[in-house]
């Protein structure tokens, strides 16, 4: 940045200040979370939304490995491969669910922004009807057509069992997970991260307890691996549905307080398409990805049956446990772009240009750090990871390769997911979903249905460093225009923002 535009934006970041302090041009916000987001160091602000969520978010995958963990070692090597055919169809669950909480959240953190408050109460509303209706059609539907489902995702003879007991019960407690999740996504939004952190802790730690007993204790295998999964989530449900029905049973209140910027309100229970128009469009970029996701995963499944020759279903649980180590580090930096949602959401709405662009510069500079450190430990440990979920020694071998060969590139990743959070929080539908699919459709497919032809299995572990590598250089161009974008604003932008 010139030294000349460099001093323009000091002052201007500082009049802007000024400005609030004395309650004379900006928006007077009457809560505190409002001012914390206009005034508050962005580099603390960012570390205080982001810490809950990333702690939230690091307990929910350690939850996914101890699952994985219990199954492999209650139930067996092919119970992992099973566990893995059921990734697609979990992944197209969470496409809608991500699609309608991160739309919502989004457009709750601009018109918190903005002081809307109406239309607030109106996008909250909306969200959750539409969660209880798609979480009933999903089920509904995955449960009449489960099997074939499964077969087309992969499933064998071996693995359908398997697949089948656990998607069964994780289907029926569906539209509990949808709510949950929305609710989950509106309490960050609404700058109260921690809440939506004990929420999902105490899922996270019934998950586990109820895993250990009803597998190891109960021997019930996948089916109790699942309904623990939706135990936990219903424990956390509860949590979350006292602020909405039974406030005035617990100490805590929230949406039933009307103090709060967003809560329950009649307004809310009105129909309204064209703010269901505009959840749907920013939400449709994690749709996609999830959707993606969930194409991506059936192809390498069968890519790895196929290649595999014998040891196809093996190599199908290989990738189910890369796949859970992966996320470990990747939900970290996803509480990352949790945090980043609302404080550019809001700062966008409140047109304070200048703290958006250096909120976005501290994400960038964490994600790449948490995502460096991630892979250092992967490439020096990858056998004691691998052995943490099965005691097969085969399984363990053909493991280390493709942690190391499939995370190769991991710095690179923190980066382009920032950059795609940012869009999404700033409500450039067009460019975060041209980000989200390109790296799964425009790269990754393609090296998916080349490079196994020729490389065998190990064409499958290099598709996605060389991928990722691609999706990063892209991001970049994005992010970069963007950032000049924002520097020409904030010269621009008066010092005292129209309300």
Sequence with gaps: MHKKTYICTIIVDELIFVNFRNKKFMIEYKDERQRQLATKPVGRLLIQFATPSIIAMSASSIYHLCDSIFIGRGAGPLAIAGLAITFPLMNIS??????????????????MGEGNQQRALMIFGNMLRLDITIGLIIT??????????????????????????????????????????????????????????????????????????????FGWGMRGAALATVLGQVCAWIFEFRFFVCAWIFEFRFFLDKTNFVHFARIGLKVRADIIREILAIGLSPFCVNLCNCLIV???????????????DMYVGVYGIVNRVAMLIVMMVMGFGQGLQPIVGFNIGARLYGRVRGVMKFALACATTVMTVGYLLVFLFPGQMASLFTTDADMVAKCIPALRIIMCVFPLVGPQMMTMSFFQSSQRAGIAILLSTSRQLLFLLPMLLVLPRIMGVYGVWWSFPISDAISFMLAAIFLVRELRRLDKKIVQTPSCPPA
């Design 94 to 111: 969470a496409a809608f669910g991500a699609m309608l909480g991160v739309g919502s959240a989004a457009q709750t953190s601009v018109k």
């Design 140 to 217: 509904v539907l995955g449960l009449l057509f489960l099997d074939p489902i499964l077969r087309l995702f992969g499933a064998s003879d071996a693995t359908l069992p398997y697949a089948h007991d656990y998607m069964q019960i994780i289907l029926a407690g569906n539209i509990i997970t949808h709510t949950f999740l929305g609710m989950n996504d509106q309490l960050r939004a609404t700058g109260n991260p921690r809440k939506a952190m004990a929420a999902q802790l105490i899922a996270v730690v019934v998950n586990i307890i109820l895993d250990a007993l009803f597998i190891f204790g």
């Design 298 to 312: 059936i192809i390498i499944n069968r890519s790895l049956i196929s290649y595999g020759g014998a040891d196809g």
